[in-house]
RNA sequence: CGGGGUGUAGCGCAGUCUGGUAGCGCACAUGGUUUGGGACCAUGGUGUCGGAGGUUCAAAUCCUCUCACCCCGACCA
């Protein structure tokens, strides 16, 4: 490729639009543009990333025995009515309507489409297992589209869909797509850490995301390990157990009951001015928060130095839309400001306790009466549990709920895949049925399986790159090698590198050789930021020794080398790259 | 949806408070000098000042409405 006759725009300056350093990169070096929030333009060089993670992902999952299909952008709105969906998934779900006014829907994922496909086709257990994926654009009307790919309101993805008879058969398919998925990242350059997560509007019973560890702001996702053992599980779904519990006595050691006391409060609202005020430590408090769930009224119960997870405490209500309750209404069933709120005496609402409220003895609450709290407060003596749920987010330090050995700590990671184990919940929805062996119709056991594109090379580049540019992994950059002539205006310069660019094209190498009349400057900080693995530099200053130099992008050594032996060099010096991952 | 901010040349921005010829840098075009890490000189082209309406002799500037984009939060298959 010449880069005369390729559309690169590279920028002089940052673009102001952009905030992480994946994104500015990508836009600045000519890889993206954007059409509106959350929409992009792949530019030649990113088509060919795209291209190249795409082909990856093609023969791994083709190795795997999955079956490569395209189903359809637009789908009927009566598919995700029967899911379920149509509702559960709100506003995220795309939806348009056609000139007949029928509820159209672009899909964002495929579960629908793809049990309707086999439902009624598919018959007997000796037709299975089947894994069917596809690579296709996805939509989602994200709330916020932000950081380039890593959010976007449509992006590629692929996504695979596993049948099953049984779990035994489910548990080796759903192994065979974790052990794909490590051999994708691990080839694209991505070491990536696999974590437990929730299973969101997916539904099902279990989940799994895979992580890019970084440590720029790109990482959006905290995700929690053990310093010991294996676990690991992203923010909504890590379980952890207090130290505190254990080591200090008298939260797990029965006390005796003290006598419940109001105390007079004025203007101490938050945890820490209570703290202060009454000298008691955080650990002896205890929050009351008023959600709204599905329309009901809902008092959540949480130690007072620990936070409330949402996704834990919707999960555990079981209900669609959750959100704190407004001032409004936290007045009228309180009957005191935002703030005073206490368990004691609250009548008409739904009593969530955190699990390790019920280990707490002769704590502090609010008194549901401005300026007031409750001191001494027992639960089941003064107020009635519905129930108990572990609704509070892990934080740093605490204990494995694994190996109850270990402590758990935090990355910060970018989500490139998930994996899903769905049960049932959409074959049987959907009606979709095979005969067993034992001639009794049952649903598919069916798994689903992700991995963003788009998100995956902007990943690479938050994981790889400098204060100059993007330093790509050999496997997944847009092209192996830009030769660079110092001076085209220089003949001998010119006709060196276009024997070497000529040459090596014949070898089939990917090459670009940057024939733009340009000032070395240029070139060189235009080749910095494209960031192929290597660059040829072809200048005055070595040609007349007959010497050109290879410099690996991201290295500061360069190699110099008879222009005759460039080429076997070049690829010498590639396949070593490529030998790392 | 709530809070904050920005829309002026291809890009980055000034000008808006205090109304009076629409600017700067880069990029672009032509000519020349230069040529190993974002050159220099000269000349030149470039705008519905996001849009609509209003106030005014006069609006990028003041008022009203509206659209788009960015950031923080909620959300996230």
């Known amino acids: 490729m010449k880069w005369s006759e390729t559309y690169i725009p590279t920028l002089r300056e940052f673009p102001a639009e952009a905030e992480i350093i994946s994104h500015k990169l990508l836009i600045k070096a000519g890889y993206i543009r954007k059409l509106t929030s959350g929409v992009y333009n792949y530019l030649p060089l990113m088509q060919s990333v795209l291209l190249k993670i795409t082909n990856i992902v093609r023969e791994e999952m083709n190795k795997s025995g999955a079956q490569e299909i395209l189903m359809p952008v637009l789908h009927p709105a009566e598919l995700w009515q029967k899911s379920g969906r149509w509702e559960t998934v709100g506003k995220e779900l795309m939806r348009m309507r056609d000139r007949h006014q029928r509820d159209l829907v672009l899909g964002g994922t495929h579960e629908e489409v793809v049990t309707n496909l086999i439902k009624g086709e598919i018959r007997s257990y000796r037709q299975l297992p089947v894994n069917l994926y596809q690579i296709q654009t996805k939509f989602r009307d994200e709330i916020r589209p932000r950081f380039g790919l890593m959010r976007g309101r449509e992006f590629l993805m692929k996504d695979a869909y596993t049948f099953d008879a049984n779990e035994k058969s489910f548990n080796i398919s759903y192994q065979k797509m974790v052990d794909a998925y490590f051999k994708i990242f691990k080839r694209c350059g991505l070491e990536t850490k696999m974590v437990e997560s929730d299973t969101g509007a997916m539904g099902g019973k279990a989940a799994h995301e895979f992580m890019v560890i970084v440590d720029t702001e790109g990482g959006e996702n905290i995700i929690f390990y053990c310093d010991r053992c294996d676990y690991s599980a992203n923010i909504d779904k890590a379980s952890s157990f207090d130290l505190k519990e254990i080591k200090s006595e008298g939260f797990t050691e029965k006390e005796t009951f003290k006598k419940m006391e109001k105390v007079h409060t004025p203007d101490k609202k938050t945890i820490e001015e209570v703290t202060l005020f009454l000298n008691q430590p955080p650990e002896k408090l205890v929050k009351t928060l008023i959600y709204r769930a599905d329309g009901n009224l809902v008092a959540a119960l949480i130690r007072g130095d620990k936070e409330i997870n949402e996704v834990k405490l919707k999960n555990a209500l079981g209900c669609i839309q959750l959100e704190m309750a407004d001032s409004e209404s936290i007045k009228k069933l309180t009957k005191a400001e935002v703030g005073f709120s206490g368990p004691v005496g609250l009548k008409g609402v739904k009593m969530i306790v955190?699990?390790?409220?019920?280990?707490?003895?002769?704590?502090?609450?609010?008194?549901?009466?401005?300026?007031?709290?409750?001191?001494?407060?027992?639960?089941?003596?003064?107020?009635?549990?519905?129930?108990?749920?572990?609704?509070?987010?892990?934080?740093?330090?605490?204990?494995?709920?694994?190996?109850?050995?270990?402590?758990?700590?935090?990355?910060?990671?970018?989500?490139?895949?998930?994996?899903?184990?769905?049960?049932?919940?959409?074959?049987?929805?959907?009606?979709?049925?095979?005969?067993?062996?034992?001639?009794?119709?049952?649903?598919?056991?069916?798994?689903?399986?992700?991995?963003?594109?788009?998100?995956?090379?902007?990943?690479?580049?938050?994981?790889?790159?400098?204060?100059?540019?993007?330093?790509?992994?050999?496997?997944?950059?847009?092209?192996?090698?830009?030769?660079?002539?110092?001076?085209?205006?220089?003949?001998?310069?010119?006709?060196?590198?276009?024997?070497?660019?000529?040459?090596?094209?014949?070898?089939?190498?990917?090459?670009?050789?940057?024939?733009?009349?340009?000032?070395?400057?240029?070139?060189?900080?235009?080749?910095?930021?494209?960031?192929?693995?290597?660059r040829i530099t072809v200048g005055e200053k070595y040609l007349k020794k007959k010497k050109v130099e290879l410099t690996l992008r991201g290295k500061n050594e360069t190699l110099f080398c008879p222009k005759e032996e460039v080429l076997e060099k070049s690829k010498k010096i590639l396949e070593k790259l490529k030998a790392v991952f």
């Open 354 to 534: 955190d699990e390790q409220i019920p280990n707490l003895f002769n704590f502090v609450t609010g008194a549901n009466q401005n300026d007031y709290h409750l001191v001494n407060v027992n639960s089941e003596r003064d107020f009635k549990i519905d129930q108990v749920a572990d609704i509070k987010t892990a934080k740093e330090g605490e204990g494995c709920p694994k190996c109850k050995k270990g402590r758990l700590k935090t990355d910060r990671g970018i989500e490139v895949g998930n994996t899903f184990m769905l049960g049932t919940k959409y074959s049987q929805s959907l009606g979709a049925t095979f005969i067993d062996k034992d001639g009794k119709e049952k649903p598919f056991i069916m798994g689903s399986y992700g991995v963003g594109i788009t998100r995956t090379a902007q990943a690479a580049v938050e994981k790889y790159h400098d204060e100059k540019g993007i330093i790509w992994p050999v496997s997944i950059a847009p092209l192996h090698i830009n030769i660079l002539p110092v001076n085209i205006q220089d003949q001998t310069q010119k006709n060196v590198a276009f024997d070497i660019y000529q040459r090596m094209k014949e070898n089939k190498m990917e090459v670009l050789i940057d024939d733009r009349d340009e000032r070395a400057g240029v070139k060189f900080n235009d080749s910095d930021l494209i960031g192929l693995p290597l």
